[in-house]
């Protein structure tokens, strides 16, 4: 552990299901999921499906369950990244495989 933790800070562990893991072609963010955290006790959580702007590969559907049909009328990322900046807004930042999620 790098540090010590403040339990009484606001903590949002936060992780995202993809397309794919190529931004660079294409692949997008089609589910976030967050849960924050205040002195050790669970207080609010976050989870939403994303329209994706393109087919779920077979590949990645396998992966996180999530098929082309689940998607159809959620929001556009445009419609759910102000509502998950208010949400983890003033908090520190979990991720669970960050290096895949700042990707």
């Known amino acids: 552990m790098i540090g010590s933790v403040n339990r009484q800070e606001r903590y949002v562990v936060l992780d995202v299901e993809t397309t794919g893991l190529s ?31 393109r087919a779920i590969p077979f590949s990645a559907s396998q992966i996180h369950g999530i098929t082309d049909e689940m998607l159809i ?27 895949f999620d700042l990707a």
């Open 23 to 53: 931004p660079w072609k294409g692949d997008r963010v089609i589910e976030i999921g967050a849960v924050a955290i205040e002195g050790g006790d669970l207080m609010d959580e976050f989870s939403t499906l994303i329209q994706a702007p």
């Open 73 to 99: 009328g959620r929001p556009t990322p445009e419609e759910v990244f102000p509502a998950l900046d208010a949400f983890i807004r003033d908090s520190i930042l979990v991720a669970h495989n960050a290096q």
